[in-house]
């Protein structure tokens, strides 16, 4: 897969099948269904790409000819935690390449007086340390809410924890960068701006309300 892997902390997934679809999934007259299906197809080639770095050991298996020391996957098995509500979109996708991932969710609000956001859900697998994390939500956009996930992740103790998203805003990769440089971001964009709203530019609106079909 042809990949841009920009700086350490970022790689955009420039193959041409994601970016057609991301194209097709920013267009405004999309019905939710397509949206959806894109979704789940994009995912699955953002996953591929977001465990490429995962470590291999080998195990002696027997094929029906013969013998012979085969590459597995090494350690526990991943966790997948989607930043609710949009992460449930990606991780749907992600879930189908990786059956035998165990699944968190992370549940937070913005405070209207504040702007910061706030817990009101929380459940993840009790073994996180042990476990490679891949913590996933479409959009990286001011990046307050995905570094409060990835503080909780760290307090749960997780400390190899991967960002999975479809867009990108700068301002948002660069708070990720600064809060939590060692967890690298995988994204199919990085767009141009964020709006006085917070939406990303020129973006796909909100992801969440695309998906599910609401608003
Ligand atoms: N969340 C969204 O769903 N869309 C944006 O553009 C920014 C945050």
Excluded: W
């Excluded at 042809?2 to 955009?12: G, I, S, W």
């Excluded at 080639?45 to 298996?61: N, Q, W």
């Excluded at 073994?127 to 490679?132: A, F, G, H, S």
């Amino acid at each position: 897969m042809t990949h841009a892997r920009t700086p350490d902390h970022l790689t955009v997934v420039d193959h041409p099948l994601v970016q057609h679809k991301l194209t097709v999934m920013r267009e405004a007259e999309t019905s939710t269904a397509s949206f959806r299906q894109l979704l789940r197809e994009i995912s699955l080639l953002l996953a591929y790409e977001v465990t490429r770095d995962l470590p291999l050991t080998s195990k002696r298996i027997t094929t029906p000819l013969t013998e012979m020391d085969a590459p597995t996957l090494e350690g526990k098995k991943l966790a997948l935690i989607s930043i609710l509500r949009a992460g449930n979109g990606l991780l749907d996708g992600v879930l189908e390449l990786i059956p035998s991932a165990r699944v968190g969710f992370v549940g937070l609000y913005r405070d209207e007086q504040t702007l910061q956001p706030v817990q009101y859900y929380f459940k993840v697998p009790a073994d996180l340390p042990d476990r490679p994390v891949i913590a996933v939500d479409p959009m990286l956009a001011t990046g307050n809410s995905s570094v409060a996930a990835v503080d909780l992740l760290k307090q749960a103790g997780a400390t190899d924890i991967r960002f999975l998203c479809l867009l990108a805003a700068p301002e948002g990769v660069r708070r990720m960068k600064e809060a939590h440089p060692d967890v690298r971001i995988v994204t199919a964009a990085v767009d141009e701006r964020l709006n006085e709203k917070g939406y990303i530019l020129p973006g796909l609106g909100d992801a969440g309300d695309r998906m599910f079909g609401t608003k």
